[in-house]
């Protein structure tokens, strides 16, 4: 039998459940808020729900994956192709949940959806592999750019050494979760501001690369399609570090409940930061090729620095600074979101009862943040990045997947559904299968990383029994769990 959600208390310290009976009502239900009762606040507006998607998006991702692509690509015309194809496979998967988002009117993102589509066994497994492999692999990820970022000006002529990045890379990730959890507000407006600098590192790159192809700087681009021809083996680990840097469009789902006008704001700050990003990703990437050849690149460790050497002398130390500003956003973001869904899965009864409490003072959702912490730490003094980004791959798309796929079945199960937005079903449709498509070849081009990946997941299944289903746990056990 499927465990209801803990019926709370209020504590005695500084913390308050979310929500009696173990659930929250949509923001917009119009329910009455019980006296004393403590909610997460309306307070992402279209202009911080765009600077959430965007500040999210654009991270390490655009500053590292033109290389992984490339590496995966063998040639700078099929690379082009592949960020383009990229893109527009986002701007799909965003329609998808800009739809989802406005019909299913509650935080927690892909959590909510599957829940919703498939039940608790698939919803668990998913915030399970979340908590485990996806979030704390792609906060490393994100934050070892940062911290190599943040320490090139000071290492221009020696190599930068790892612990030093690593020890730098761990104090950023505390910085941000202190932030989550000291204010909602000022995250929010952190983000907006590094959503700035963001937006200002890609035009210091695009602007001195169209200058370049005006000046007739274009001969990396003859025979752009001659080169290594792209493999089997190849092309899926090419789509994953494209979709690695574009992903993060999801992100405004997770927090659908603080969001104001939900039905308008979230398909308006989808489609708006999706044109953005996919334009400025091309563009960088077009402006790379104007100045690097694809052998240099593929020797590059940062890519925007040794393009800003070769063109902008001095001012080339100000490019690592706003693109370790970049990485901190992407990490700000990231973990704004993702403690959202910790919370609503704790409201739901599928993680200790302790995530589902909020400060009663600062409104955040102060244990889901900081539970990542240690995880994150664990893969940011263990992982390899790219091995990390084929790792974490696996899992998130599979069940992203499976989110678009449940769009398809409710639209059958629940037809008469309010759907303020809706999409044409060849969307869906064809996001999904791309998504499996690739999760499936990625067993057979990295069988190592995503095979870890897959058992990882499927250890969701045995803890769903174990800690969900079986209801005779001993005592001991279950004030483990905080029943």
């Known amino acids: 039998m499927f465990r209801k959600a803990a019926v709370p208390t209020v504590s005695n310290g500084s913390y308050l459940q979310g929500q009696a009976n173990g659930k929250l009502s949509s923001m917009d239900s119009g329910q009455p808020a019980q006296e004393g009762k403590v909610v997460l606040k309306k307070k992402v507006t279209l202009l911080r729900g765009i600077s959430i998607i965007i500040g999210t998006i654009i991270g390490a991702g655009i500053f590292i994956s033109p290389k992984g692509i490339l590496k995966n690509t063998g040639s700078v015309g099929m690379s082009l192709t592949v960020w383009t194809v990229c893109g527009i496979l986002s701007l799909f998967g965003a329609l998808c949940y800009a739809e989802l988002g406005t019909c299913i009117k509650k935080s927690g993102g892909h959590y909510t959806y599957i829940l919703e589509a498939f039940g608790p066994l698939p919803a668990f497994v998913r915030v399970w592999v979340e908590l485990l492999i996806i979030r704390p692999a792609a906060t490393a990820v994100i934050s070892l750019a940062f911290g190599r970022y943040i320490l090139e000006p000071f290492f221009m002529q020696c190599e930068i050494p790892e612990l030093a990045i690593k020890l730098i890379t761990a104090v950023g990730i505390t910085l941000v ?3 989550n959890s000291t204010s909602v507000s000022w995250s929010a407006r952190i983000q907006m501001f590094l959503t700035f600098c963001k937006l200002v590192a890609i035009l210091i790159i695009i602007v001195p690369g169209v200058i370049q192809l005006i000046k007739g700087e274009t001969q990396h681009f003859k025979n752009a399609f001659a080169g290594n021809d792209a493999s089997v083996m190849g092309l899926p680990l090419a789509f994953y570090s494209g979709m690695y ?20 704001n979230i398909p308006l700050a989808i489609c708006i930061s999706m044109i953005i990003v996919t334009v400025g990703y091309v563009l960088t ?29 001095n001012f080339s130390l100000a490019v690592p600074v706003f693109v370790a500003l970049s990485c901190f956003g992407s990490m700000n973001g990231g973990i704004f979101a ?7 899965a704790s409201r739901e009864g599928h993680l200790p009862e302790i995530l589902s409490m ?8 102060l244990p889901a943040v900081i539970v990542l912490h240690p995880l994150t730490m664990i893969m940011l003094f263990n992982g390899d990045l790219y091995s990390l980004l084929n790792f974490l791959s696996f899992a998130r798309w599979l069940f992203i997947g499976l989110v678009v796929a449940g769009l398809i079945y409710l639209r059958y199960k629940r037809p008469d559904m309010p759907r303020p937005f809706k999409v044409p079903l060849f969307i869906p449709a064809l996001f999904s299968f791309t998504c499996l498509f690739m999760v499936a070849l990625s067993l057979y081009s990295d069988p190592v990383n995503t095979g870890i990946g897959f058992a990882i997941t499927l250890t969701g299944i045995p803890a769903y029994y174990l800690f969900i289903v079986w209801d005779n746990k001993p005592k001991w056990f279950r004030k483990l769990l905080g029943k």
């Open 338 to 344: 993702v403690s959202r869904m910790f919370f609503v």
């Open 245 to 264: 840097a574009y992903s993060g469009w999801f992100y405004l789902n997770f927090v659908t409940e603080e969001v104001e006008n939900p039905e308008k």
């Open 358 to 365: 909020i400060h009663v003072r600062k409104h955040t959702p």
């Open 285 to 313: 990437n077009v402006a790379y090729f104007t100045t690097i050849s694809a052998g240099e690149l593929l020797l590059s460790k940062a890519v925007a620095v040794t393009f800003a050497e070769r063109l902008m002398g």
């Open 177 to 179: 979760m202190v932030l």
